[in-house]
């Protein structure tokens, strides 16, 4: 699946948008870290890629994900 049909932020007819880049910026971001670090993948084994690249020993849940995304 592809960042396009997770995020209804970049369908066209739809009125989840972002108002400004930086939001939008922020969005993009948040959600390819929760891609790569706290969803499970299938054709993976049930690892997510962070898992299979060797940057954690764990799947990380959504309150790791944004107590890490303010910092």
Request: charged residues 25%; positive net charge; hydrophobic residues 45%.
């Given at each position: 699946?592809?960042?396009?049909?997770?995020?209804?932020?970049?369908?066209?007819?739809?009125?989840?948008?972002s108002?400004?880049?930086?939001?939008?910026?922020?969005?993009?971001?948040?959600?390819?870290?929760?891609?790569?670090?706290?969803?499970?993948?299938?054709?993976?084994?049930?690892?997510?890629?962070?898992?299979?690249?060797?940057?954690?020993?764990?799947?990380?849940t959504?309150?790791?994900?944004?107590?890490?995304?303010v910092?």
């Open positions: 699946m592809s960042v396009r049909m997770h995020n209804r932020r970049f369908t066209r007819l739809t009125n989840a948008h108002r400004s880049l930086d939001h939008h910026a922020a969005m993009v971001s948040l959600f390819v870290a929760f891609y790569n670090f706290a969803r499970k993948h299938e054709t993976l084994k049930g690892k997510t890629p962070a898992m299979v690249a060797g940057l954690t020993d764990h799947v990380w959504i309150r790791e994900l944004l107590e890490r995304a910092l």
